[in-house]
């Protein structure tokens, strides 16, 4: 079984958001997956589950750094981090990033959540894209789809298939299960 961790230590980066849409995607092309929130805050729209005969776990971290974060990288096949495009985001995750390079050798995927055509996110990206070199990068546009598509407890790519959230969220998840080692939805 693959795991694929999601993980940042700041909380409102999009974490549960980019763990249900990965969820939603092998639920769609019917891998049979398990699922654990492991935020006492909750915010997924899927609840803990494990299913026998599940190719793949997708797990939603906590919004803080904890004990048991090490013991998760270290089970980690991929690390999946989301991140705003903010000036208030650089130090939070470049500790997230110390902590996957101490304790896991996963391959990781920087999800930048709520990216837009303002100076502040394409300031963000000119930076990060010098510090990321060959690491994985995908974007997820800030949109109202992704409320809306939440308000409906269904992902994006249901609500609205043809918009613009709806084609990078299948970007994301489509990048995220190639490097797992699945094939593409």
């Known amino acids: 079984?693959?795991?694929?961790?999601?993980?940042?230590?700041?909380?409102?980066?999009?974490?549960?958001?980019?763990?249900?849409?990965?969820?939603?995607?092998?639920?769609?092309?019917?891998?049979?997956?398990?699922?654990?929130?492991?935020?006492a805050q909750g915010g997924t729209l899927h609840k803990t589950r494990e299913v026998d005969g599940a190719e793949v776990a997708v797990v939603d971290t906590p919004g803080a750094l904890q004990e048991a974060l090490a013991d998760w990288l270290k089970e980690a096949d991929v690390v999946v981090i989301p991140t705003r495009t903010t000036s208030r985001d650089i130090e939070p995750l470049m500790r997230m990033r110390k902590a996957v390079f101490k304790h896991s050798r996963a391959k990781i995927v920087y999800v930048m959540n709520g990216w837009n055509r303002f100076k502040a996110s394409r300031?963000?990206?000119?930076?990060?894209?010098?510090?990321?070199?060959?690491?994985?990068?995908?974007?997820?546009?800030?949109?109202?789809?992704?409320?809306?598509?939440?308000?409906?407890?269904?992902?994006?790519?249901?609500?609205?298939?043809?918009?613009?959230?709806?084609?990078?969220?299948?970007?994301?998840?489509n990048t995220v299960r190639e490097i797992a080692g699945f094939p593409a939805e």
Do not use: H
């Open 1 to 39: 079984m693959k795991t694929i961790l999601v993980c940042n230590q700041k909380g409102g980066v999009g974490k549960s958001l980019v763990a249900d849409e990965i969820a939603f995607s092998f639920e769609r092309s019917g891998i049979p997956m398990s699922f654990y929130d492991l935020d």
């Open 123 to 173: 300031d963000f990206m000119e930076w990060f894209g010098g510090l990321a070199g060959d690491q994985t990068v995908v974007t997820l546009p800030q949109s109202e789809a992704f409320v809306q598509a939440g308000a409906g407890e269904q992902s994006v790519v249901e609500y609205d298939r043809r918009g613009k959230a709806a084609k990078a969220t299948l970007s994301m998840v």
